[in-house]
Nanobody, 125 residues
Framework: QVTLVESGGGSVQTGVSLRLSCAAS????????MGWFRQAPGKEREFVAL????????KYTDSVKGRFTISRDNAKNTVDLQMNSLKAEDTAVYYC??????????????????WGQGTQVTVSS
């Protein structure tokens, strides 16, 4: 079993930056895809960003390209999401996730194996 714990959420104004971090513990492995999804009130959970086991491949949803950057540290079993130029529409609960594949381009939440409890990000003008 793997446990994921997110941190770094908060309430900020539009245009500022936040950095989310997720720490994995338990039966962890570096040979996984890690990622972030988010869920806004009344909406389905949606894909935000993915990173391959070696960090060489990434994938972002169109609305965050150029603003968000995903990174991982396999020595620390962590994955981060640097969020710049935040917008009101980025408001959501952000979830860290792992899929037991070296790399996946799937953005279907049902394909992922482990989830964190989520961290709230609220962006207001």
């Amino acid at each position: 079993q793997v446990t994921l714990v997110e941190s770094g959420g908060g309430s900020v104004q539009t245009g500022v930056s936040l950095r989310l971090s997720c720490a994995a513990s338990g039966r962890t492995s570096s040979f996984t895809t890690m990622g972030w999804f988010r869920q806004a009130p009344g909406k389905e959970r949606e894909f935000v960003a993915l990173i391959s086991w070696d960090g060489h491949s990434t994938k972002y949803t169109d609305s965050v390209k150029g603003r968000f950057t995903i990174s991982r540290d396999n020595a620390k079993n962590t994955v981060d999401l640097q969020m710049n130029s935040l917008k009101a529409e980025d408001t959501a609960v952000y979830y860290c996730t792992i899929r037991n594949k070296l790399w996946t381009t799937s953005t279907d939440a049902r394909d992922f194996d482990y989830w964190g409890q989520g961290t709230q990000v609220t962006v207001s003008s």
